[in-house]
């Protein structure tokens, strides 16, 4: 399995955009940590998470490819299980997010988006998030309105209710933190 560093790099190597190498490292965290709760293989987890962006600024004009060319990108280093993953990421390419590890992609995306933008309304940022604060950012429809609620929700077709998702997810981001500068 392709290493965090090694993953970490290549994603680097390809996206410029600071914002968005931070969006990955957070899903790449929050994805190692469902795998945990799952008893799932947090190794290949955490290189799905760090990589399904990794066309993102290759495909910015032609969307519907996004997704399938990272899945290309990085084929000598995922199972084909890691790269439908990645593929299925992105409702446009077709490819439909049914499996354990498809759901859980779909799912972290989004609530990384809502933590990110709950943190940033926060002086402490991270530092202290309660699961309860940022379901109550949910509810309102005016916050973090690109995010899909709809997406996140996707959590308990795998098993996983609201409240454990948002738990793991804040603890995950949180453990990386002083790299995404949150
Ligand atoms: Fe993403």
Redo the contacts with the bound molecule.
């Keep these: 399995m392709i290493s965090r560093e090694e993953s970490l790099g290549l994603v680097k190597k390809h996206v410029k955009n600071r914002n968005l190498v931070n ?2 490292i957070a ?1 790449s965290a929050i994805m190692k940590g469902m795998a945990n709760h799952f008893g799932e293989e947090p190794a290949l987890w955490e290189a799905v998470g760090m990589l ?2 990794v066309d ?1 600024e290759r495909t910015s004009d032609d969307f519907p490819r996004h997704g399938l060319l990272s899945a290309v990108m990085v084929a000598d280093y995922l199972p084909e299980e890691g790269l439908k993953a990645i593929r299925a ?1 992105n409702p446009m390419t077709g490819v439909e997010a049914e499996s354990r590890i498809e759901i859980s992609l779909f799912s972290a ?1 989004a609530i ?1 988006g809502m933590i990110v933008a709950g943190a940033l309304v926060r002086p402490t940022r991270l530092e202290g998030m309660k699961p309860k604060s940022l379901r109550s950012r949910m509810k309102d429809k005016s916050f973090a309105r690109n995010v899909s609620r709809e997406n996140i929700m996707r959590c308990e077709e795998i098993g996983l209710d609201l409240n454990t998702f948002l738990t793991l997810s804040i603890e995950a981001m949180q453990s990386v933190s002083d790299e995404i500068g949150l």
């Design positions: 969006h990955m899903v399904h962006d993102y990421h995306d990384s």
